[in-house]
Each structure stands twice: as C-alpha cells, then as structure tokens.
C-alpha cells in the first residue's frame, strides 16, 4: 500500500504531526509520572488521551461518569495506565476491572507501564463472580 494515494494514511500522519503533546508546565508541576510513562514507554500522549483520563480521574461534579471510547485510541496502553497512575497514589487501591480474554495482556501492560521508573506495584488477583464465599470467608481475605 502506497503512503502517497492513501488519504487515511495521509490524515493519520498529519494528526500524528500536529500532537505536541499533552502536558503544559502546570502538569507537569502536579502530574510528573506522565512524562515519567512517556519517557519511559517512547510514547507522546494526545491531549485528547490526557482529558479523557483527567475526566475520569476526577469525573465533573464528582460523580461517576460513563464513557464511550472509540478503538484504536490508546485505552488500554495509554489511558488506562494514565488513570491508574493517577488514582495509585500511595494513599489508596487502584482496581482495574478487565474481561477474563484481556486480563493477561492488561496485567502485562500494567506492569511494563507502571512497574520500572514510576515504581508502582502491580498485583494480579483473577476473581469470576461463580466464586460464592461464605460471610466469614470473606471476613478473612
């Protein structure tokens, strides 16, 4: 396929020209983990990448929010280890909840992501709702 008669290829490269990046000094300032993740992983994150998971860090009003993220747009390696580092922050539990066929490959994300210079442990705990635990069971884990 030929880059010069493919207007996607085309569109793709200049939206891929156009990303300056996502951080401005400020964030920089409050959030260094995120230049941490792009230095560490050779990756620039989007401004688009960088609201989304600032919107789900800290969704408007404070309350929950629902999103629809198309495919492609970098959910799984970018924007949930963005939201993960964020809300990991020493002082409480992050869980990411994944379907069984993703589970793998989301710990392995996490782990290479998050585990080296930003220094985040990363924990495994496969769990399916089959699973029926008495109260004391419960109690103990």
Not at 97 to 124: D, E, F
């Amino acid at each position: 396929m030929s880059f010069i008669g493919n207007p996607n290829c085309k569109r793709e490269l200049q939206r891929e020209l156009a990303n300056l990046g996502s951080y401005d000094e400020f964030d920089l300032l409050n959030h260094p983990e995120g230049l941490l993740l792009e230095l560490e992983q050779g990756i620039l994150i989007r401004q688009v990448q960088q609201k989304i998971a600032a919107t789900m860090t800290a969704p408007p009003g404070g309350k929950g929010a629902v999103m629809q993220l198309n495919m492609g747009e970098g959910k799984s390696s970018v924007i949930v280890p963005l939201v993960a580092l964020a809300l990991a922050d020493g002082s409480r539990v992050v869980r990411v909840v994944v379907a069984k066929p993703q589970s793998k490959q989301m710990m392995h994300t996490l782990i290479t992501k998050l585990g080296g210079l930003i220094n985040r442990r990363v924990l495994y705990f496969p769990f399916s709702r089959s699973i029926r635990l008495s109260p004391d069971q419960v109690g103990s884990v």
